[in-house]
Every structure is written in C-alpha cells, then in structure tokens.
C-alpha cells in the first residue's frame, strides 16, 4: 500500500545469562541508541537471566518522498523503498545507522548515490590526518582494504562531496553518533544494500525527531532525542508537531491530546504509541524466541564494553576527528 506509513509489530523476548543488550541489538538488527531508549532500565552488560527486553521493531516512516533510500538522523535509521512485485506499493527495507557525532554532524538533503565500491581504500582527508597527529594518534595517508580500514568492505558514494554510506570495522558504534558525518551500517546490512543499490538510485536524508503515521484509522506518533546540535527546543517541537498532525494527519486535537504529543516527545524513546482520543496506547508487544548470537570471531564482553566506553568517549568529544 503506497499509503501505509506503520510497518512492524514491537517484540519483546527474555535475556539468557550470555545475553547483552549490544548482542541483542545486532541479531534483530537495531541500532544501539534505539534499543537503550526503549529499555533504560535494563542493565546493558548484565541484564540478568529472564530479564525482558522490548525491541522497537514498530516503524513510522519520515515525511518524505516514498522512493529509493531515506534517513531520518534524528531515528538512526535508514529506509528502503523499492516497487512491490504487484500493485502500486513499495516494498520496505530498514536498518540502524550509525552518524556523525556533535561537530561532524551528517548533513540533511536530497542526494545520489553516484558510484560504488567493493573493499576500498580511505583516503583520509588531511583535516583528519592533522587531527590525529596532533592527539598522538597519527593516520596514513590512505588507509588500505580490510579490518583496519573504518569503511568495511562496501561504500555508496553520494553527490555530496566527502559523504559515504558505508561498512564499518567497528559494528558496535551502529545506531550512535560515532562517525566522521558519513553514514555506517552493520557489515551484513551494508552487504545487502550495496547488492541492491543502483548508481543513480535517489538519497533523502531529514532530521525529524517527532514522526507520526496512520495505519488504517489509527494514528500513531513517536518521538526521538533531539540531536544535540539540533537548535529546536522541546517546545519548537510540540508546537511543529501539533501543527503537522493538524495540517497532515487532519488531527482534531482537544487539550489532552496536546498533552499526551507533549509526553511522547519529553520521553524520547523512540516507542511508537497509538493516540485515541487524548490517550496513548502502546503498541501490544509480540513475544518472540531469543535468537540472539553474534560470529564466532566477535570480541568477549569485556572487549565490546572497553570499545562502546571509546566510541561513546569520541562522540562526546566535539569537533574530535573520528573515522568516516
């Protein structure tokens, strides 16, 4: 249905005594800002046995064009609409993104992916290079093909200059803001999106912390964090919100509809709820078998705690020159 804008049930499942939330968020393919919002409670690295974790796995697509591939930066993700087999649909496919941090912010707006690359070379930019000489940290000028190289093993190049939709050789930064302003997913997501991605193929990216749809007469809303260098204030964001279910969505919203728009973007969590006549429904959550794994290779917990401790550590660190 070209019109749907919901897609996704919201699933929960119950942690095993090897389970940690970053394990949990690769294997359903979440990014890990989104899993944390939607279960603050829980314990990243010990969540505990039978502990039950909510997956956001229930989407509002952004307002924006229904055709080839769509960011929202403010949700992390990233959207994939192709030509259903029948009809005048579009098939839909999401993954988590990792972003640019404060300072090297991902830019918003219309681009094409114009070329694409298996196992490139980084050229790094001599801003970096400088960068990082200057923190004892020094770079080559290009950095070759495999583990070490930030960009993994596939690339989309975009028509804005130095912009790149990429692997990573740090998958645990998916779904933070970690990166140099271009765009990383998961080395099994970027593998599939690559195959299926032409030159020429349309790139939309928006920042919308609030998002909101109808699936069949119900409406729903979610809400994101505010970038941290985004210059809306919560209160910018209600009142454009209000107006965007008004004039969009033909919303008639009393005082405790507003009310209940105003607790959803305060919570921020990302979690899709239903408003039905100034109240908010939350999505039923489908109960589903833990699959949760991660290759034979992947690092012990000790050794992805000491690395989300770094990433989180350079995202915090404003204008620090990370990888792309």
Known sequence: DAT???????????????DTISDIARSYDLGYDEIRQANPEVDPWLPGVDTEVLLPTRFILPDARRTGIVLNIAAKRL????????????ALTTYPIGIGRVGWATPTGEATVID??????????????????AAGDPLPAVVAPGPDNPLGRHVLKLDMPGYLLHGTNQPYGVGM??????????PEDIEVLFASTDRGTDVTIVNQPFVAGREG????????PILEDDERSMEQLLSSAI????????????????????????????????????????DMAMPVRNIAQLPEDAPSRAEVSE????????????????SP
């Open 177 to 186: 803001r970690v990166s140099h302003g271009c765009v990383r997913l998961y």
């Open 243 to 282: 107006e965007y279910l008004t004039e969009r969505h033909g919303a008639v919203l009393n005082e405790s509809m507003i009310a209940a728009v105003s607790a959803v973007i305060e919570r921020a969590d990302g979690m899709p709820m239903k408003l039905e006549s100034g109240a908010l429904v939350a």
């Open 116 to 133: 694409k690359a298996t196992d490139p070379s980084w050229y790094v930019p001599a801003s970096v290079r400088a960068e990082h000489r």
């Open 217 to 224: 007469d119900a409406l729903w809303i979610a809400a994101y």
């Open 79 to 90: 959207y994939v609409h192709e030509p259903a087999a029948e009809g005048d649909g579009f």
């Open 307 to 322: 690395m989300l401790e770094a990433l989180m550590q350079e995202a915090s660190d404003v204008g620090n020159a990370g």
């Open 4 to 18: 749907q804008q919901v897609f996704g049930t919201t699933q929960v499942l119950r942690t095993r005594d090897t």
